[in-house]
């Protein structure tokens, strides 16, 4: 819930900081910047929280604390890619690659009840699921608008 909230807030400052700065109501670029802020809040979890996040992620995959990382950094690539106009198309199409591919480690976390921030099995479980899922789904359609259809 905490990407969202950094997401909408991020989009309502940027918004209104570039009407200031350019004199223009600029959706894209706001929408754009509030996007490459909330994947630099959530990379941040990667390595603040890493212990945790190697919990969430499948037993099939091997290396899993260098796959938190790694996947922490293409986070901030995203979100730089996201800001420079040339790149944000490649950008867009390849987070959404990215959160799709991502989602399974979110669903094994729910059914396994991993607390990230806690590194520990007593986080909200299965019911968690309901949020996350409409909320990866949202976070593609807003890459999808933002980074690519508007482009």
């Known amino acids: ?8 807030i991020s989009s ?8 200031i700065f350019t004199g223009a109501w600029d959706y894209l ?12 809040f959530t ?11 190697t919990m969430m992620v499948p037993e ?5 604390k260098q796959l ?15 800001i420079i106009p040339g790149s944000r198309r490649l950008a867009a199409d390849l987070l959404i690659l990215f959160l799709l591919l991502v989602l399974p480690a979110n ?5 396994k009840s991993v607390d990230y921030q806690k590194a520990n099995y007593q986080g909200y479980g299965l019911s968690y ?23």
């Open 129 to 151: 699921l309901w949020l996350r899922v409409p909320l990866q789904l949202f976070f593609i359609a807003w890459a999808a608008y933002f980074g690519m259809i508007m482009t």
């Open 107 to 111: 669903i094994n976390a729910a059914q």
């Open 60 to 64: 099939y995959l091997p290396a899993k």
């Open 68 to 82: 938190v990382y790694l996947t922490g950094i293409m986070e901030i690539c995203f979100g730089i890619g996201l």
């Open 43 to 53: 990379a941040i979890g990667h390595f603040k929280y890493r212990e945790g996040m």
């Open 1 to 8: 819930m905490k990407p969202l909230l950094v997401l909408l």
């Open 12 to 19: 309502v400052i940027a918004l209104f900081a570039l009407r």
């Open 29 to 40: 670029s706001a929408g754009n910047i509030a996007l490459a802020v909330m994947l630099l």
